[in-house]
């Protein structure tokens, strides 16, 4: 990895910052160092080498987050290299950067593709041991929540872009789901490819459907616990998607607030009234959401829960080991029993 970090050095002006890698998730898809010259000033350097993505979606990629930061979005902005680009294509060999030979296709050199990011303002509120600010009601962070999440979608309705990402079903489609689920989960496709049929009767006009982020969690945001203000980062999975997945994904990453909660009923009527519905309030402070998709969230949450669960055989395929059922039982409990607001208000 040095030479591809010395080559970064030079192309992004880093030559006097220090290297600190991100620990990454198994599976995870990037090499990610933070840049520090001094503790106020630091920024993010992302290394994707899996050669499952082109150029164009990279820049398609840094191109709306440039677009967001420049029109006033709360996001980590992508920081030009030298010669002006948002992203840089490297060749290297594929063992440098932890990758078979296999994972180029050819016993060649791997291409690699960087970028350089602002480093977003606070800190994970797992860093703080999801404990919100002092003197601040929770509600405060649903709301910020949602108001960043609307922002977002606000600008990519009027977004139009130079590049292209992909969009929903050129992925979530039986083909690609044949291919990465085993047969032995027979009951779990069935269930994906009805949903998917009712996500194609879905509306897809410019008020519902766009450039979303695809992974709004907190994760991927950094909390400034001075004022509550909230700055998102890795758009990595930006996708064309309905708005409604990344409230959606909200309600599924929410459920830590209220899991403690012995009884189901009181589960979900605290994630409908307190969490989502003030998530809802910052939300449409920024961006309008029809009452007909609003009415459709169960289902919304299930194109959440597909994806999670894609997702976690793409990780064990990389990885190369086969998926542990229990890592997706839940997820699947729901699907294939048609289990509403993915299980809260009952005990899975």
């Known amino acids: 990895m040095t030479n591809v970090l010395e080559k970064a050095k030079a192309i992004y002006d880093l030559e ?4 600190e890698q991100v620990g990454g998730h ?13 503790e106020e000033k630091k920024c993010v350097l992302r290394i994707s080498a899996l050669g499952d993505r082109t150029m164009e979606e990279y820049e398609a ?16 902005d992508v920081i030009p290299s030298r010669s002006g680009k948002l992203v840089e294509r490297m060749q290297v060999k594929p063992s440098v950067i932890g990758l078979s030979e296999a994972a180029d296709g ?43 999440i609307g922002a977002i979608h606000r600008l990519s309705k009027q977004y139009r872009p130079t590049h292209q990402r992909q969009h929903y079903f050129d992925k979530y489609n039986m083909e690609y789901v044949d291919k990465v689920i085993p047969d032995a989960y027979a009951e779990l496709k069935a269930a994906i490819a009805d949903r998917l049929e009712r996500f194609r009767t879905l509306p897809v006009d410019p008020e519902s459907y766009g450039l979303v982020h695809f992974d709004f969690s907190d994760g991927n945001y950094h909390v400034d616990f001075s004022d509550g203000a909230i700055t998102t980062f890795d758009f990595d999975n930006c996708i064309y998607c309905w708005y409604m997945f990344d409230l ?14 012995p009884d189901g009923e009181k589960r979900l009527a605290y994630m409908k009234e307190e969490y989502f519905a003030t998530i809802l309030e910052g939300y449409r402070s920024e961006a309008t959401v029809s009452e007909e998709l609003l009415e459709k969230l169960p289902l ?38 048609a289990i509403p607001y993915a299980g809260i208000g009952v005990d899975l």
């Open 16 to 19: 006097n910052y220090e290297f």
């Open 26 to 38: 198994d599976g995870g898809r990037n090499l990610v160092y933070v840049c520090k010259q001094k």
């Open 61 to 76: 990629e840094t191109e709306f987050v440039h677009y967001l930061a420049k029109n006033g979005a709360s996001v980590a």
């Open 300 to 337: 919304f949450i299930d194109m959440v829960l597909i994806e999670g669960i894609v997702d976690e055989f793409e990780c064990a395929a990389r990885e190369g080991e086969e998926l542990d059922p229990e890592d997706v039982e839940d997820y699947v409990k729901c699907l294939v029993e």
């Open 248 to 261: 959606a994904h909200l309600w599924t990453h929410g459920v830590g607030w209220c899991q403690w909660m």
């Open 106 to 148: 050819a016993e060649g050199d791997a291409e690699c593709f960087v970028s350089l990011f602002a480093y977003a303002k606070g800190i994970l509120l797992s860093e703080n041991g999801y404990h919100y600010r002092d003197g601040a009601p929770l509600s405060e962070l649903f709301y910020n929540m949602g108001k960043t």
